[in-house]
């Protein structure tokens, strides 16, 4: 153990700062509840980054939209399987112009900053 090791920041939980967060059971939980009561959702996966882990983007049939990290990309095939949820990659295909729309309607929102 170095000098400063026990100084280095650490991130959430207790985890040494630049440590990418694996997704947690939380994550697929709020994906699932999201998914349950929207209508016409599909999934976006983004991939893995230098700071980030991978993550999917869930859009319903109105642009509204949630993100969370996910575990691969199998595992986002996986989940949009089992409920019957398509599922692209934005690097291949990009993000539908529903979720834009939606994003620049809620910025334009009575009260919103």
Do not use: N
């Not at 009561?37 to 999917?56: C, D, M």
Request: charged fraction near 35%; hydrophobic fraction near 30%; aromatic fraction near 8%.
């Amino acid at each position: 153990m170095g000098l400063f090791d026990s100084l280095r920041r650490r991130g959430k939980g207790g985890q040494k700062a630049g440590t990418l967060r694996k997704a947690s059971s939380g994550d697929t939980r709020h994906l699932e509840e999201w998914a349950a009561v929207r209508h016409g959702v599909e999934a976006f996966v983004e991939p893995k980054t230098t700071v980030t882990q991978t993550t999917v983007v869930l859009i319903a049939h109105d642009g509204e939209w949630t993100r969370r990290r996910i575990d691969s990309l199998e595992a986002a095939q996986q989940f949009g399987k089992k409920r019957s949820i398509p599922v692209y990659e934005v690097a291949r295909i990009g993000y539908p112009k529903r979720m834009r729309e939606y994003t620049e309607r809620q910025k334009r929102r009575p009260g919103q900053a």
